[in-house]
């Protein structure tokens, strides 16, 4: 089947082409599955005794690799939607989904649905490309699901409305801490394994559970002869469309506030650069105020100040970063004054605590644990203890809104762990790892098993207090 793409491009010589693409759709692109009875023997990668096949949306595949990654995880289906996505926007864990699905052992299949005319899908007018692939991952999920009716189907995902959408295609779908905690029994470290991330959390996951419970009580209702509202399945399109709207709309509970914004798309991030909007640079983090970065700009005539960790947005010391410059009413002069240390241990605790229900902001600098004092006989380095030519010492101020290059250190980072703490009537399991160096956060763990391990993952600050759960690497 040939199916035809065409769209209108402006050339470098100002002329306007149209350019007509062949786009070929078959059918004899196999499940990869023994259970069908249509698949190529060949091609057969699932198992036939699985207990269950996973589809997985772009999401998942960019940020929960080291869940992906345990060898509980088998017999997963993994869309070319998913896998072009994946590799378009980070080269690292593109590479990584290749070897997975190249390993004999984690049996991850790869599933041409952009060349099959069954699930093949074409973007709806106002239709974003990024809910085009979403409908796309939902198509191939309910076609394995009638193609092996024998085999349940669950869609892995993060997002409520791709959660409420599929519920009203009658696709199982779950979140990733849902399915860790179904799989408790056979592999309780999987829930340290999943990453939190800004898309997804607890409101978000309550929003999804309505939605799901609104589709599945009009599901119900037509199946018993009741009214159905204008056309087929409304009621369940319009409880996808509700959550989809609530969470795109960011209502969250008061209880935990987002205090990042997401980083700028790589496209955004490129044109605002060659237009003069953002300026690209290394940050530099004060030696002794890690509230405090620079980054360096040709362009602006003298270094960039990035004051507090909201700017900073989750970037750390050495990251090339890019930069929006901020109104010049918004620009602030040099800290000189260094974060205190608490006098009581009570206040010491109050920003590991804060951090749990996003309270945290910059007026919690001077509770800082005294790790950040210095000696009164030494004097602030670099650019902030140097003078500006503005009248009030007011220097150009922005904040970061994207990261080109994390700047990992080979001989990884030093630091001491603070004792263990445990939640009230859980088995819950919190420690902080305090670095050295003054310019790199603080790390917390939280991680559920009786004996757990952790690693130093620095890649996902979700709050002043960097917060990431895990389980590999060093005994504790």
């Given at each position: 089947?040939?199916?035809?793409?065409?769209?209108?491009?402006?050339?470098?010589?100002?002329?306007?082409?149209?350019?007509?693409?062949?786009?070929?759709?078959?059918?004899?692109?196999?499940?990869?599955?023994?259970?069908?009875?249509?698949?190529?023997?060949?091609?057969?990668?699932?198992?036939?005794?699985?207990?269950?096949?996973?589809?997985?949306?772009?999401?998942?595949?960019?940020?929960?690799?080291?869940?992906?990654?345990?060898?509980?995880?088998?017999?997963?289906?993994?869309?070319?939607?998913?896998?072009?996505?994946?590799?378009?926007?980070?080269?690292?864990?593109?590479?990584?989904?290749?070897?997975?699905?190249?390993?004999?052992?984690?049996?991850?299949?790869?599933?041409?649905?952009?060349?099959?005319?069954?699930?093949?899908?074409?973007?709806?007018?106002?239709?974003?490309?990024?809910?085009?692939?979403?409908?796309?991952?939902?198509?191939?999920?309910?076609?394995?699901?009638?193609?092996?009716?024998?085999?349940?189907?669950?869609?892995?995902?993060?997002?409520?409305?791709?959660?409420?959408?599929?519920?009203?295609?009658?696709?199982?779908?779950?979140?990733?801490?849902?399915?860790?905690?179904?799989?408790?029994?056979?592999?309780?470290?999987?829930?340290?394994?999943?990453?939190?991330?800004?898309?997804?959390?607890?409101?978000?996951?309550?929003?999804?559970?309505?939605?799901?419970?609104?589709?599945?009580?009009?599901?119900?209702?037509?199946?018993?002869?009741?009214?159905?509202?204008?056309?087929?399945?409304?009621?369940?399109?319009?409880?996808?469309?509700?959550?989809?709207?609530?969470?795109?709309?960011?209502?969250?509970?008061?209880?935990?506030?987002?205090?990042?914004?997401?980083?700028?798309?790589?496209?955004?991030?490129?044109?605002?650069?060659?237009?003069?909007?953002?300026?690209?640079?290394?940050?530099?983090?004060?030696?002794?105020?890690?509230?405090?970065?620079?980054?360096?700009?040709?362009?602006?005539?003298?270094?960039?100040?990035?004051?507090?960790?909201?700017?900073?947005?989750?970037?750390?010391?050495?990251?090339?970063?890019?930069?929006?410059?901020?109104?010049?009413?918004?620009?602030k002069a040099p800290s000189r004054v260094l974060p205190r240390a608490a006098t009581k241990q009570?206040?010491?605790?109050?920003?590991?605590?804060?951090?749990?229900?996003?309270?945290?902001?910059?007026?919690?600098?001077?509770?800082?644990?005294?790790?950040?004092?210095?000696?009164?006989?030494?004097?602030?380095?670099?650019?902030?203890?140097?003078?500006?030519?503005?009248?009030?010492?007011?220097?150009?101020?922005?904040?970061?809104?994207?990261?080109?290059?994390?700047?990992?250190?080979?001989?990884?980072?030093?630091?001491?762990?603070?004792?263990?703490?445990?939640?009230?009537?859980?088995?819950?399991?919190?420690?902080?790892?305090?670095?050295?160096?003054?310019?790199?956060?603080?790390?917390?763990?939280?991680?559920?098993?009786?004996?757990?391990?952790?690693?130093?993952?620095?890649?996902?600050?979700?709050?002043?207090?960097?917060?990431?759960?895990?389980?590999?690497?060093?005994?504790?």
């Open positions: 089947m040939l199916h035809k793409k065409s769209f209108v491009k402006k050339t470098k010589g100002g002329k306007i082409v149209k350019v007509v693409r062949e786009h070929y759709l078959r059918d004899d692109i196999w499940s990869g599955s023994p259970l069908d009875p249509r698949c190529d023997p060949s091609a057969h990668k699932l198992a036939a005794d699985a207990k269950h096949y996973l589809v997985i949306d772009t999401n998942v595949a960019l940020h929960q690799m080291d869940f992906l990654e345990h060898p509980a995880i088998k017999d997963v289906v993994v869309c070319r939607t998913v896998v072009e996505e994946v590799e378009h926007r980070n080269k690292a864990g593109g590479q990584r989904l290749k070897a997975l699905c190249q390993s004999p052992t984690k049996r991850f299949f790869v599933f041409s649905n952009e060349h099959h005319k069954e699930t093949y899908v074409k973007e709806e007018p106002g239709e974003s490309p990024n809910d085009r692939n979403d409908r796309a991952i939902r198509v191939v999920a309910k076609w394995y699901a009638d193609r092996l009716p024998s085999m349940p189907i669950l869609l892995l995902t993060n997002d409520a409305g791709n959660l409420a959408a599929a519920a009203a295609m009658g696709i199982t779908g779950m979140t990733l801490p849902s399915y860790a905690r179904s799989r408790a029994a056979d592999a309780p470290e999987l829930q340290d394994l999943v990453a939190r991330q800004e898309f997804m959390d607890e409101d978000d996951a309550t929003l999804a559970a309505e939605a799901i419970a609104a589709a599945a009580a009009a599901t119900a209702g037509s199946a018993r002869g009741g009214p159905a509202g204008p056309g087929p399945g409304s009621n369940r399109d319009a409880a996808a469309a509700t959550a989809a709207a609530n969470s795109s709309s960011g209502q969250r509970s008061s209880k935990r506030k987002r205090l990042f914004e997401q980083h700028r798309p790589m496209s955004d991030i490129q044109a605002g650069i060659a237009a003069g909007r953002y300026h690209q640079g290394a940050l530099r983090v004060n030696r002794f105020n890690p509230f405090e970065g620079w980054v360096s700009s040709e362009a602006v005539g003298r270094d960039i100040l990035i004051s507090g960790r909201i700017d900073m947005n989750r970037a750390i010391d050495g990251d090339i970063v890019v930069v929006e410059l901020l109104p010049e009413s918004q620009w009570s206040k010491g605790n109050q920003l590991l605590n804060n951090a749990d229900d996003g309270s945290t902001d910059e007026a919690d600098a001077d509770i800082a644990p005294e790790i950040f004092q210095v000696a009164p006989e030494q004097d602030l380095e670099g650019p902030a203890a140097l003078s500006s030519s503005l009248p009030d010492g007011r220097r150009p101020t922005g904040r970061v809104v994207g990261v080109i290059r994390r700047n990992w250190r080979t001989r990884g980072y030093c630091g001491s762990l603070k004792p263990e703490e445990l939640g009230a009537g859980s088995s819950t399991k919190s420690l902080l790892f305090v670095p050295v160096d003054r310019r790199y956060p603080m790390i917390r763990w939280v991680c559920h098993s009786s004996t757990f391990k952790a690693v130093i993952h620095l890649f996902s600050c979700c709050s002043s207090i960097s917060t990431h759960r895990c389980s590999q690497c060093m005994m504790v």
